[in-house]
Nanobody
Framework: QVEVVESGGGLVQTGGSLKLSCVASGIIFNEEVSVFWHRRRPGKLRESVAYIGGDDAANYAGAVRGRFTISRDNSNNAAYLQMNNLKPEDTAVYYC?????????WGQGTQVTVSS
């Protein structure tokens, strides 16, 4: 019923930037919907990176705060993660998670690789 698709990953040098997109179908983005970005780095457990609520309030993990910015476009059922000043330790598969009440929908992930 609900599908979440990430895009925008790729290979970038240290200090570079990427913008990830998350587009959902089968769900209407309204105040009930929150969006999270998570990532899984090599050899590590999945971790949360950023969050944006229906009121546009945002939170970030300390490792990315000041470098990453999350945003949303409700008209297009989309959310974004602007990543600046990328570091090798940011290399990971990035996942979008869309929630509505207690329903949770995950994307398949997009690979981000930062070369040193």
């Amino acid at each position: 019923q609900v599908e979440v698709v990430e895009s925008g990953g790729g290979l970038v040098q240290t200090g570079g930037s990427l913008k990830l997109s998350c587009v959902a179908s089968g769900i209407i983005f309204n105040e009930e919907v929150s969006v999270f970005w998570h990532r899984r780095r090599p050899g590590k457990l999945r971790e949360s990176v950023a969050y944006i609520g229906g009121d546009d309030a945002a939170n970030y993990a300390g490792a990315v705060r000041g470098r990453f910015t999350i945003s949303r476009d409700n008209s297009n059922n989309a959310a974004y993660l602007q990543m600046n000043n990328l570091k090798p330790e940011d290399t990971a598969v990035y996942y979008c998670k869309v929630t509505k009440a207690y329903d949770v929908y995950w994307g398949q992930g997009t690979q981000v690789t930062v070369s040193s």
